[in-house]
């Protein structure tokens, strides 16, 4: 597998650290350490500077006593002492969701990436068939793996607790309290963004009209942040999730889609529910209009270029020579070919384009297809050994808390017992400590709960027969298209007829 040039771009000449964890075996971490090794070595020519361990203590007791190494790491990656971390595999880090959860939040959030060196990918970039599994084939694995990130936060939403992250613009994050507190200054800023935006102004105007005020040298504001401060609900009291397609970007999913619940960790949003809800309405009028705009360009417009020119970088001509793409006028009309500068060759794509679709349709889609419902049924039974181990997880951890807790009800006893005139502060101390052991054990009852619904699932799940779903070509959004040629073309020519040789990699 290759490495793709972006992220090698990202790490060329960065500083990148080993993190492995190792089981009871010794030879295991050595392996770890070794695979990391020759990644460095093969793709970057460098070595790591440094390299965090954990030890082996059993799976489930390091849970909660969290591994010495990975905080180091954590700690370490606030610093900036590196810029990238690489491990040996997946498993090796998602094996329990507490960890997945903390690697995720400390690294991936400071823009620290964690590469796997087995599959030379970006941690969270799953490789390309779990991708497609997960981008709407089917909803489940989906569900399963952001769940796993994100079922704290969906029940800190829920709750209408603050969920983390990056603070919105014009809140300051009290700790202590976990709670958003409008900033003074920046209040008034969010302020009259809303009320320009009211008034008519759109994104990139309102930016300018900020830039101007601060006069800074640096201009601060561009439009997609004073989007990202119009859709935003939150400045009138209101948590969502779901509203931002993907982790980042700016595109604002339909808000069917979205989660909402009132926000109880703000006492004071910045404006009224009824301000957000009119700039709501002014926005999607707007993109409701941009849209047909669009539709009407590609319906009726000369400018119809919006086909893929999906073999580009894979069609080579029979002279060995990779054809190049260009779009032609011919009579006003713009129609699209692949050519050989060399030959003087040329074909138009369409026809090529048909060809490779039914060559695909007839070769691949079954193949396909079996590949997907076989790993679609690895990824539920490797989920199901996850969660039935967090849930062991989960009863260890309550007869530990539940231990202490009778262990500290003993002493208070012997101390009541024991002195007449106690000592006051111990008692209260004991008694705190005693409810803290209460509270974490029903915390713990809760995840638990959620773990058992979640496994029924997963195991209903398995007993379901296999997806039948469309693989053919045609399906397929143009950016999936593109990638999928990359990952099974192995080559692709033009004869003189204008047929197709294709070479599939072996699916099977
Ligand atoms: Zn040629």
């Known amino acids: 597998m290759i490495l793709e040039q972006e992220l090698l771009q990202k790490l060329t000449g960065k500083r990148g650290v080993f993190y492995g964890r190792h089981s009871t075996d010794k030879q295991d971490i050595a392996w770890q350490i070794q695979l990391v090794d020759n990644f460095f070595e093969e793709v970057l020519h460098s070595k790591p500077i440094a390299y965090y361990s954990d030890e082996a203590v059993s ?70 068939l779990t991708r497609l599994l997960f981008d709407g084939i089917s909803k489940y694995e989906a569900d399963q793996t952001a769940q796993r990130t994100s079922d704290n936060i969906n029940t800190l939403v829920f709750q209408g ?23 003074p200054i920046r209040r008034e800023k969010v302020k009259e963004i809303f009320s320009m935006y009211e008034k008519g102004l759109g994104f990139k105007e309102i930016a300018n009209v900020l830039n101007d005020e601060e006069k800074l040298a640096k201009p601060s504001w561009y439009k997609e942040k004073v989007k990202g401060i119009i859709t935003n609900p939150i400045y009138a009291g209101v948590l969502t999730l779901y509203r931002r397609e993907g982790n980042s970007g700016y595109r604002i999913r339909d808000r069917s889609e979205w989660v909402e619940h009132e926000a109880k960790c703000i006492t004071s949003p910045i404006i009224s529910k009824q301000q957000w809800e009119n700039c709501w309405k002014i926005y999607s009028e707007k993109t409701k209009i941009y849209g047909k705009k669009k539709e009407n360009q590609a319906a009726g ?102 231990n202490e807790q009778n262990n500290f009800i003993d002493r208070k006893k012997a101390l009541l017992r024991n002195s007449g005139d106690s000592d006051e502060a111990f008692v209260y101390a004991l008694d705190l400590l005693i409810k803290d052991r209460e509270k974490r054990i029903s915390e713990i009852n809760d995840q638990k709960d959620l773990l058992e619904i979640k496994k029924s699932k997963v195991s209903e799940f398995l007993e379901a027969s296999p997806v039948n779903i469309s693989l053919n070509f045609n399906d397929f959004s143009p950016r999936d298209k593109n990638e999928l040629i990359r990952h099974y073309v192995l080559s692709c020519k033009v004869s003189r007829e204008r047929d197709l040789e294709i070479t599939f990699v072996n699916l099977e």
């Not at 983390?164 to 409008?182: D, I």
């Open 59 to 128: 799976a489930r007791k390091t849970k909660y006593k969290d591994r010495a190494k990975l905080q180091h790491l954590i700690k370490d990656s606030s610093r900036g002492v590196f810029d990238f971390v690489v491990i040996s595999s997946y498993d090796r880090i998602a094996r329990n969701p507490i960890d997945h959860l903390k690697l995720r939040e400390a690294l991936t959030e400071k823009g620290i990436p964690v590469i796997i060196a087995t599959t030379r990918t970006e941690y969270g970039k799953e490789d390309f």
């Open 161 to 183: 607790k603050w969920k983390g992250g990056r603070t919105p613009f014009g809140y300051v994050y009290h700790r202590a309290s976990n709670t958003l507190k409008p900033d």
């Open 301 to 402: 417009g000369t400018t119809k270029l919006d086909t893929p020119f999906f073999l580009k970088k894979i069609l080579y001509c029979t002279c060995g020579k990779m054809m190049r793409w260009r779009n032609y006028t011919n009579q006003k009309k713009v129609y699209q070919a692949y050519i050989c500068d060399d030959c003087d060759y040329r074909v138009p794509c369409d026809l090529l384009h048909k060809k490779f679709e039914q060559e695909w349709n007839y070769r691949v889609t079954d193949s396909l297809l079996q590949l997907m419902n076989g790993k679609r049924k690895k990824l539920a039974e490797k989920e199901l050994l996850i969660l039935e181990e967090s849930i062991k997880d989960c009863d260890v951890m309550k007869l530990d808390l539940k």
